[in-house]
């Protein structure tokens, strides 16, 4: 069974500076998907950025950007010049890849980190 | 723009008095997800359609069903809610494609509350 961490349940960064939210997982499957959504306060989860595990290029979106270290099982978030728009809950998630059947469409959702962005 | 839509965004009910959920989406996507979030919890998901064959969860208790009418509806039926049930219901789409499937696209939400 598949498994991801998120081992710091809360942080706090400056605005207009950079912070990286860690997400390690534990899976066999050697070609899946991982996420990062971003939940703000009673508001809609969207996606934030998406990695698929065969590419060893980091994905980047604008301000975010991933370190993805496939061996080690590692899938963290950078978020530079922060905003405080960006204060949110942030989730990383994995999904298994391959044709649909099964829970290959499930995602497997981390505990969260729940960022502030301060003024 | 093409989205996911909850409605009602706010439920209560009563203990012990059915409640439905509804979720339409304009994406024209073929997989519909219904999770439940706890508060200060990751979603969890309870069951998905593809197409029209139903997914359940096998910890997903039998108080909870779900119908999909057609491509772009699909609903979260809780028979006798009790306490614990008072959540956040997430339904999100994906569209499958031959490799794998795509990602998965969220509405709002709807916040349930039982009394």
């Known amino acids: 069974a598949q498994t991801v961490t998120q081992s710091q349940p809360e942080m706090s960064v400056q605005e207009a500076e950079t912070v990286t939210l860690s997400c390690t997982y534990d899976?066999?499957?050697?070609?899946?998907?991982l996420f990062w959504y971003k939940q703000p306060p009673s508001r809609q989860m969207i996606l934030v950025i998406r990695q698929e595990a065969y590419k060893q290029q980091n994905a980047t979106e604008n301000r975010f950007s991933v370190n993805f270290q496939k061996a080690a099982k590692s899938f963290s978030l950078k978020i530079s010049d922060s905003q405080l728009g960006d204060t949110a809950m942030y989730f990383c998630a994995f999904m298994k890849h391959g044709r649909y059947g099964g829970s290959q469409g499930n995602l497997i959702f981390g505990k969260g980190t729940k960022l502030s962005v301060k003024p | 723009d093409a989205m996911v839509i909850q409605n009602p965004r706010y439920q209560v009910t009563q203990f012990g008095k059915p409640v439905t959920l509804s979720c339409s989406q304009t994406l024209n996507h073929n997989v519909m997800y219904w999770y439940q979030q706890k508060s200060s919890q990751a979603p969890k998901l309870l069951f998905h359609?593809?197409?029209?064959?139903?997914?359940n969860e096998a910890d997903t208790p039998d108080n909870f069903q779900s119908r999909r009418p057609n491509t772009s509806f699909c609903f979260l039926d809780i028979r006798s809610p009790g306490l614990g049930d008072a959540a956040m219901y997430l339904c999100?789409?994906?569209?499958?494609?031959?490799?794998?499937?795509?990602?998965?696209?969220f509405g709002p939400g709807t916040r349930l509350t039982v009394l």
């Open positions: 899976t066999s499957e050697s070609n899946y998907y």
């Open positions: 359609y593809y197409d029209k064959d139903f997914n």
């Open positions: 999100a789409t994906s569209r499958d494609r031959a490799g794998g499937t795509d990602t998965q696209y």
